[in-house]
């Protein structure tokens, strides 16, 4: 066991920009973002100020034009494209607005997919991500394909995609915007309890300020920078000041 | 992986039936014209094929194709036997006479007079009564078809008789002489009463059949006779090529069996292209969420080619028992038999629609490879 680096994600100076010409559009304007193992981290901040952006450079989906970017000590744009695959399939899991399910999959099997990625006999697979299933409640759905499922439950299935590798970093994108907002409130419960470890961070872009009292820290972004970092509001008198 | 894959192109049944069936047709298509084409294009030397008796077909220069010929001279027998490695040499008589019956049913038929002391070039199967029957005066043999075509509906029998240039001729055998291009009867007769059944014609000797003694082959004898000669010789196979050699430049047969299979060509790219293409891209968004999670390109173009080659060989087998079962029914009707499911078009389908689907994957594999991952987080 190696010893548990200082900083799961560390940005220094990124900068982001698509297009070019007339239609460059300039959207991460030096973004220094750390986020430190065992926490619970959100972003917040106004549509279109780069959150989804920035994310995904941090999850290796996107590269940087400048600055750089490190998850638990390794730069990973220093990685080659091969190896940036195979990091993001050991270090990372990722829950989406949309969930993201493959329709034709059942529930167990799509949560074992990234340990199918991995190389997994499709038994031992399926053994892990239906024990984790029963963790999330889900023991009665665990056949049953997406098209079935609540929305809750979809969500459900995604975090348990999302955990069933035991990744160290867990990216979320609007996890609970298309749910109602006692499910939201369930779904966040869990990834609060079951994505925190010491040695493990979570990130989670958002809008719903029902849901921060979850946050450890909450990083609040404009038009493509950090503009400040706040601790976990004390109580519901924050979420108030937000809404 | 593999079975996350198969799940994803059986998902949607409506799209894959019609992928497969789209590949399963086309399969159907191509198998069915080159063969039948195949078969067609084996009928004009089917004559000469069926002749066992001898290796070499001795003719006029001017003779292009079995059908038409340019008559011999009575002399160039004696001079084809003359040529030193030939053990037998006889001579064969071709004509087309009108065959008419009592009930007044006739047709075109292709009398070939066979020698009289050997019988040699006569077919060998009989499916009733016996070569040697055609050595009594005014006998033929007819072939099942022509026969089923003069007595439509009538049992097979020995013994009727036709009519061929005011000659009575008694039917002494039946025999299952291989199809011919045109659906007339094929007659056996003697060759000395073979030339009674042409009224104005003297003598119409079309071929010389000959044999090599043993030691020479049949490509060296023609080689001998023509140099001695003067006369063109081929072998069996040679002659039977420059039949089919000789419809695929004179008739419109080759461009309208090109077309067909042009056309089935196209649509099974473009259909199966297409549904698998379209297939994709409607997975574009699964294939984004898998990429995102860490499934590599290379995996990622293992479970595309693993879809498209299943649902290939699933249509491919679906159109070859189709086209199978389509010649197994057509083989029993007497106007279409010997026309049989090649095997050489089934191998060179199965390559085909190998190919087809490849090509069809390629696009769909280039649209998942440039995939940005990034997209699954956009709504
Ligand atoms: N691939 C791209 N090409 C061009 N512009 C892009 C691209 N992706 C994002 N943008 C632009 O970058 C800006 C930031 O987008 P991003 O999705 O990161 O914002 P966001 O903070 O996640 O917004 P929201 O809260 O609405 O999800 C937007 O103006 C968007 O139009
Ligand atoms: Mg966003």
């Known amino acids: 066991m190696t010893a548990v680096p200082e900083l799961a994600v560390r940005c220094a100076g990124v900068e982001k920009h698509f297009g070019d010409g007339d239609a460059r559009v300039q959207v991460l304007r030096g973004v220094d973002f750390t986020v430190k193992p065992g926490q619970l981290s959100f972003l917040v901040g106004p549509s279109g100020c780069g959150k989804t952006t920035l994310i995904s450079v941090i999850a290796g989906l996107l590269d940087t034009t400048a600055g750089s970017v490190e998850l638990f000590g390794q730069n990973t744009e220093r990685l080659s494209a091969e190896n940036r695959v195979l990091f993001r399939r050991r270090n990372l899991g990722f829950v989406f607005q949309q969930y993201n399910l493959l329709p034709s999959l059942t529930a167990a099997e799509n949560a074992a997919v990234p340990l199918l990625a991995a190389g997994l006999k499709r038994r031992d697979a399926l053994d892990r991500s239906r024990a984790l299933l029963v963790r999330l409640g889900l023991e009665k759905r665990m056949d049953a394909y997406p098209s079935k499922l609540s929305g809750g439950q979809q969500q459900r299935v995604a975090l348990a995609r999302a955990l069933v590798h035991e990744p160290r970093l867990i990216v979320c994108d609007e996890p609970t915007a298309a749910l109602d907002h006692a499910t939201g409130e369930a779904v966040m419960e869990l990834l609060a309890s079951s994505a925190v470890q010491p040695d493990r961070a979570v990130i989670v872009v958002t809008h719903d300020n029902r849901v921060f009292h979850f946050a450890d820290t909450i990083a609040h972004m404009d038009d493509g920078r950090i503009t400040h970092t706040s601790d976990r509001p004390p109580n519901s008198s924050f979420s108030a000041a937000h809404s | ?379």
């Open chain 2, 1 to 379: 992986m593999n079975f996350v894959a198969l799940r994803m192109l059986t998902a949607d049944r409506a799209k894959y039936l019609g992928l497969i069936f789209a590949i399963a047709f086309s399969t159907f298509l191509l198998q069915n014209q080159t063969s039948i084409f195949a078969g067609i294009m084996a009928r004009t030397g089917s004559q000469i094929a069926d002749v066992v008796d001898a290796d070499v077909w001795v003719m006029d220069p001017a003779t292009k194709y079995f059908e038409e010929t340019k008559a011999l001279k009575d002399t160039d027998l004696l001079r084809v036997r003359g040529v030193p490695g030939v053990d037998y040499a006889v001579r064969l008589f071709k004509g087309q006479p009108v065959a008419r019956t009592p009930a007044g049913n006739f047709s075109a038929a292709i009398v070939l007079g066979i020698d009289d002391a050997t019988l040699v070039g006569a077919p060998r199967k009989m499916l009733l009564g016996t070569w040697e029957r055609l050595r009594e005066p005014n006998s033929i043999v007819i072939d099942q078809a022509g026969y089923l075509l003069l007595f439509p509906g009538e049992p097979l029998q020995l013994d009727r008789t036709v009519e061929m240039n005011d000659h009575l001729v008694r039917i002494v055998g039946i025999t299952d002489a291989s199809a011919p291009f045109a659906s007339f009867p094929i007659i056996h007769a003697r060759y000395t009463e073979a030339v009674n059944f042409l009224g104005r014609e003297r003598s119409q000797m079309a071929y010389v059949l000959a044999r090599p003694v043993a030691g020479v082959t049949p490509e060296e004898l023609t080689r001998r006779i023509q140099d001695a000669t003067g006369l063109k010789a081929r072998t069996t196979s040679e002659f039977r090529w420059d039949c089919v050699q000789y419809y695929l430049e004179h008739t419109g047969i080759p461009v309208n069996f090109g077309i067909t299979i042009g056309i089935a060509l196209v649509i099974g790219l473009v259909v199966s292209g297409q549904t698998f293409y379209l297939f994709t891209i409607e997975n574009l968004k699964q294939f984004g969420a898998l990429k995102a999670i860490g499934v590599t390109n290379h995996r990622l173009v293992g479970m595309i080619l693993l879809q498209a080659l299943t649902a290939g060989f699933v249509g491919y087998a679906l159109g070859t028992g189709l086209a199978a079962t389509f010649f197994e029914v057509f083989s029993l009707k007497i106007a279409t038999r010997g026309i049989v499911l090649l095997w050489q078009s089934a191998v060179g389908v199965a390559v085909l629609m190998f190919l087809v689907v490849i090509a069809a994957s390629l696009l769909s594999i280039r649209k998942v490879l440039v995939l940005e991952p990034a997209t699954v987080f956009r709504g």
